[in-house]
């Protein structure tokens, strides 16, 4: 009998709409914790005005909660509002 391995699941981490947070810092994030160019930082950052969120990356769940993690650090250290959440990937 053959047991059928299961693949571990994967979670979005999604960047949340942030009016207060300096764009600048963002992208820094961005680009530093989920390796985004320029560009496509400032293509997510459009997108968290326009709809509320953006999705950063898709990645197991441990490290989706060391980036999220992060995020909230980062902010925090700098005493800004950026917001983050994950959630399960479909």
Do not use: N
């Not at 963002?26 to 997510?44: D, N, S």
């Not at 005005?49 to 925090?76: D, H, N, P």
């Amino acid at each position: 009998m053959t047991k059928k391995i299961k693949s571990p699941s994967s979670y979005h981490v999604i960047l949340m709409g942030d009016d207060r947070t300096p764009t600048d810092f963002i992208i820094e994030v961005l680009v530093t914790l989920f390796r985004k160019e320029e560009e496509e930082a400032i293509r997510l950052i459009m997108q968290t005005q326009e709809q509320g969120e953006a999705l950063c990356g898709t990645y197991s769940l441990e490290i989706a909660e060391t980036k999220s993690a992060e995020i909230l650090e980062w902010a925090r250290r700098q005493e800004l509002s950026l917001q983050c959440r994950m959630e399960k990937a479909s």
